[in-house]
């Protein structure tokens, strides 16, 4: 193997093991807020654009249980995960964490923890592609 070759096998190995985590992560604060989390209606109140994207990210506010007005932008982002300015949403945060908020739909629940294991996956196979291509 050459010094490029190991350099790349152990990137690859590296990055997949960081979407690992991250979406083991995020699958675990995901669990709690389900089960420990306090329910509110958010209200979308901004949208931004940041400048590598070509889409509008909502930011959202809830008021929680002391009555604190929260913001946040969803985990989940991208062209269909848009919501309009003014639309309610449902949100669930834990009381501990309110600005670690997510919207409590489907659609923006699920696609960070599968984005995060999917790039595992491909990383890890693209280490192993390395050392059997050799």
């Not at 008021?63 to 269909?80: E, L, S």
Request: include cysteine; charge should be positive.
């Amino acid at each position: 193997m050459t010094a490029g070759e190991v350099i790349g096998f152990v990137l690859a190995v590296l990055a997949g093991l960081l979407c690992l985590w991250g979406g083991v992560r995020e699958a675990r604060l995901q669990a709690r807020v389900r089960r420990y989390g306090v329910h509110a209606e958010g209200v979308v109140v901004d949208q931004g654009l940041a400048p590598s994207d070509d889409y509008l990210t909502p930011v959202i506010e809830f008021t929680d249980q002391q009555g604190r007005p929260v913001r946040f932008t969803p985990v989940a982002t991208g062209k269909r995960m848009g919501i309009d300015l003014g639309t309610q949403v449902p949100v669930v945060y834990l009381p501990e964490h309110p600005e670690n908020a997510r919207v409590f739909t489907r659609k923006h629940l699920r696609p960070t923890i599968i984005g995060l294991l999917t790039g595992s996956v491909l990383f890890r196979g693209a280490a192993i592609w390395i050392v059997l291509t050799r």
